[in-house]
């Protein structure tokens, strides 16, 4: 079990004590035992703060000591290969065998934001090639002539097709690369992707076998009532960040009107995959969706709005399934 920290920026804190709550998340997920954790790049979002994705890992990292870490994930089109080859290879450098890299192809913001990073709109039509590049980069087998990434040459950071749809499947299986799904608020293509996925996988030198790691929301705490009340407050956040326009932020009642109306469908479904509750009624759902999702790992969101409440629900999540025994 591994945990996907969205560097949320809660409504009553700043920018830097969200960045100082990443550092504490990740030191806490190293002392329960999960396995990685990951943030993921998001550009033009006043509550998310790992826009600066590989700042904020070198950050991390060297405030933990063997946890493993990485980008879920790095936006490729967003940047030239070489560059994400770079900066990977200098934290695989740094930190060595706690790097990973994960890959999507969205724009990770909207299309004013896309043309501020100097993305075109064919930008992810060059995604496949693109990773290819970047693997050779990172294997020391340049696919471009005389030109190699240092740091980063023969580094070997692990590579993940990160997706929410069965084009990244396809590709993750072809590749023989590990794929991982946006089941925590992209569920509907999640049984297709990874049937597919498992059924075309092709082994590879980084891969003998297919790992498919399913995104899912957690809201743990110690009573049914707290759960549900964070749950709440989490729909509401999750309808600001869809409906707010222009700069002005929803007010709690008009989010709250929209939670009552047809729209809150939207959060409905991108939410679909959350486990609420108390310790072991948590337990029980993550039990089922690993099966439900054809999943090898999990890779769980700890959604509540404030550090504590998350960092509640991440000790409360691991000491119910068992993460250190």
Do not use: C
Request: without cysteine.
């Amino acid at each position: 079990m591994s945990v996907l920290d969205l560097a949320l920026v809660g409504p009553d804190e700043s920018t830097r004590e969200s960045l100082e709550g990443t550092v504490a998340t990740a030191r806490r997920a190293e002392q329960l035992g999960y396995h990685r954790v990951w943030y993921a790049e998001h550009h033009n979002i006043d509550a998310i703060a790992s826009s600066a994705t590989a700042v904020l890992i070198a950050h991390v990292a060297a405030h933990t000591e063997r946890i493993r870490l990485g980008a879920g994930g790095i936006m490729l089109p967003n940047h030239a290969p070489l560059t994400i080859a770079e900066q990977f290879g200098t934290l695989a450098t740094l930190h060595p065998g706690r790097i990973d890299l994960g890959l999507g192809r969205a724009p990770g913001s909207d299309q004013a934001t896309m043309r501020a990073l100097r993305r075109g709109p064919e930008a992810a039509e060059t995604f496949p090639r693109d990773v290819l590049e970047l693997q050779g980069y990172l294997s020391g087998e340049s696919l471009v002539p005389n030109v190699h990434a240092t740091p980063g040459r023969a580094t070997d950071v692990p590579l993940y097709i990160l997706g929410s749809s069965l084009f990244g499947a396809q590709l993750a299986a072809v590749l023989g690369l590990p794929y991982g799904f946006a089941s925590h608020f992209a569920p509907a293509a999640l049984h297709e992707a990874v049937a597919l996925y498992r059924e075309r996988f092709e082994p590879s030198a980084q891969l003998d076998r297919p790992h498919v790691i399913a995104g899912v929301n957690v809201l743990a705490a110690e009573s049914a009532d707290e759960a549900q009340e964070q749950l709440h407050v989490t729909k509401k956040a999750r309808v600001r960040s869809l409906f707010n326009r222009g700069g002005r932020r929803l007010s709690d009642g008009e989010a709250e009107q929209i939670l009552r109306s047809p729209q809150a469908v939207h959060v409905e479904q991108m939410m679909r995959y959350t486990a609420v509750g108390t310790p072991d009624a948590v337990r029980a759902y993550l039990d089922d969706f690993v099966v439900e999702a054809d999943a090898d790992e999990l890779m769980v969101v700890h959604t509540a709005q404030s550090l504590a409440l998350r960092l509640r629900s991440l000790e409360l999540t691991a000491e119910a399934t068992e993460l250190a025994s």
